[in-house]
């Protein structure tokens, strides 16, 4: 992505069941929006997680691949990078930008967890295990997020609040009249005497 320069990469990780934490140095620097070293650490551990998951069927039929959400979870990472030429993505130097960069580390990544994998089982089973621990955790509190969030919705309409309220058919708010009524004999005979198309009570 430019003229010719060099690389340098440390990164050191771990895996824990209940800590999340990522940073990124590049040239002694801090890179709060990571840019490149992250985008490359996303791409290198979704990619190697699911290749493993894939490969011994630890997915369940019909289930959606892993995201990188399900690893940071339980991951911990430090990478400490150093280049001859760095693309800052703005003035404030708070992410880099090179495309050299991130396709080296991901794939610098991506190997050397392939290679863990496969001279490390039981630790791989274990990484896999929380993975997707993980990620069934996140889509069943969604899924209950969406239905609770559903079922409260569909508990706010006007006909659950207000007691005893008669809708009519129409959805069109420019024909529709209201009936105010007092007393359940009032509310009775306007209801067998109303045009139900666009008459509530």
Same mark, same amino acid.
């Given at each position: 992505?430019?003229?010719?320069?060099?690389?340098?990469?440390?990164?050191?990780?771990?895996?824990?069941?209940?800590?999340?934490?990522?940073?990124?140095?590049?040239?002694?620097?801090?890179?709060?929006?990571?840019?490149?070293?992250?985008?490359?650490?996303?791409?290198?551990?979704?990619?190697?997680?699911? *290749?493993? #998951?894939?490969?011994? +069927?630890?997915?369940?039929?019909?289930?959606? @691949?892993?995201?990188?959400?399900?690893?940071? !979870?339980?991951?911990?990472?430090?990478?400490?990078?150093?280049?001859?030429?760095?693309?800052?993505?703005?003035?404030?130097?708070?992410?880099?930008?090179?495309?050299?960069?991130?396709?080296?580390?991901?794939?610098?990544?991506?190997?050397?967890?392939?290679?863990?994998?496969?001279?490390?089982?039981?630790?791989?089973?274990?990484?896999?295990?929380?993975?997707?621990?993980?990620?069934?955790?996140?889509?069943?509190?969604?899924?209950?997020?969406?239905?609770?969030? *559903?079922? #409260?919705?569909?508990? +706010?309409?006007?006909?659950?609040?207000?007691? @005893?309220?008669?809708?009519?058919?129409?959805? !069109?708010?420019?024909?529709?009249?209201?009936?105010?009524?007092?007393?359940?004999?009032?509310?009775?005979?306007?209801?067998?005497?109303?045009?139900?198309?666009?008459?509530?009570?």
């Amino acid at each position: 992505d430019l003229s010719e320069y060099k690389l340098k990469v440390e990164l050191t990780c771990c895996f824990t069941q209940n800590k999340s934490f990522i940073e990124h140095y590049h040239n002694s620097s801090f890179l709060e929006h990571g840019g490149a070293p992250d985008d490359a650490m996303r791409n290198a551990f979704v990619s190697a997680v699911d *290749k493993y #998951l894939k490969n011994n +069927n630890k997915y369940n039929k019909n289930e959606s @691949k892993i995201g990188f959400v399900d690893i940071s !979870d339980s991951l911990i990472l430090v990478s400490n990078s150093f280049s001859t030429v760095t693309s800052y993505e703005n003035q404030t130097k708070k992410a880099i930008t090179n495309s050299f960069i991130q396709e080296c580390m991901t794939n610098f990544i991506k190997q050397n967890l392939e290679i863990f994998f496969a001279e490390n089982p039981v630790d791989a089973e274990k990484i896999a295990t929380q993975v997707l621990v993980n990620k069934r955790s996140r889509e069943n509190a969604e899924k209950t997020r969406l239905n609770l969030k *559903k079922k #409260l919705t569909s508990q +706010n309409d006007v006909s659950s609040r207000v007691e @005893k309220f008669v809708s009519c058919r129409s959805k !069109d708010p420019s024909i529709r009249e209201l009936y105010i009524v007092e007393g359940d004999s009032a509310l009775g005979s306007c209801k067998m005497g109303r045009n139900s198309e666009f008459q509530a009570i």
